[in-house]
Antibody
Framework: EVQLVESGGGLVQPGRSLKLSCAAS????????MAWVRQAPKKGLEWVAT????????YYPDSVKGRFTISRDNAKSSLYLQMNSLKSEDTATYYC????????WGQGVMVTVSS | DIQVTQSPSSLLASLGERVTITCQTS??????LNWYQQKPGQAPMLLIY???SLQTGMPSRFSGQYSGRSFTLTITSLEPEDIANYFC?????????FGAGTKLELK
């Protein structure tokens, strides 16, 4: 059974950093592109980052480029999202998902950016 | 970026009723659109991929169709467990973009 389990969320002050993790199981993690998607309260979903199978290629929308870094550890079947210089508008539930087809998603982790 | 307009934003329906939700894209994406169901506190679940293909394990009362830039998700006969939020995703081009979602509630 494919499982994606996010962790690392919480309350953080504006300008600070936070690192999210996503533990994958039930499939060969290293064979798949992976992505982070977020949903702000009462808002729609927004793609945040994508990483290639080896980790050599990463992609971001302008809203997070230069502040967020996606990475992965294939040996640990884990995906990460390093979020720096956080803003109030980054407040959202963050989901990891198996990319290209977005066929499996985690349950999400809440990140609140507030002073 | 490709815009995805989903309607309605909310929907009241009765058990056994036929329900239809629509996503319209701002440009042609062929059939590169997925539909998802999401219940509170749960991960989104893939219902329909490539516009018309039913994900393994999903009930056959769910179906997807498309014509041009208009995509529809249909529930032929609403069941209690179908009460949820539904959203679409275009994966034709980056950045992948989502419909705003439809909240389906019981009448």
């Amino acid at each position: 059974e494919v499982q994606l389990v996010e962790s690392g969320g919480g309350l953080v002050q504006p300008g600070r950093s936070l690192k999210l993790s996503c533990a994958a199981s039930g499939f060969t993690f290293s064979n798949y592109y992976m992505a982070w998607v977020r949903q702000a309260p009462k808002k729609g979903l927004e793609w945040v980052a994508t990483i290639s199978t080896s980790g050599s290629r990463t992609y971001y929308p302008d809203s997070v480029k230069g502040r967020f870094t996606i990475s992965r550890d294939n040996a640990k079947s884990s995906l990460y999202l390093q979020m720096n210089s956080l803003k109030s508008e980054d407040t959202a539930t963050y989901y990891c998902a198996r990319h290209s087809s977005y066929d499996y998603w985690g349950q999400g982790v809440m990140v609140t950016v507030s002073s | 970026d490709i815009q995805v307009t989903q309607s309605p934003s909310s929907l009241l329906a009765s058990l056994g009723e036929r329900v239809t939700i629509t996503c319209q894209t701002s440009q042609s994406i062929s059939n590169n659109l997925n539909w998802y169901q999401q219940k509170p506190g749960q991960a989104p679940m893939l219902l329909i991929y490539y516009a018309t293909s039913l994900q393994t394990g999903m009930p056959s009362r769910f179906s997807g169709q498309y014509s041009g830039r208009s995509f529809t998700l249909t529930i032929t006969s609403l069941e209690p467990e179908d009460i949820a939020n539904y959203f679409c995703l275009q994966h034709y081009s980056a950045p992948n973009t989502f419909g705003a979602g439809t909240k389906l509630e019981l009448k």
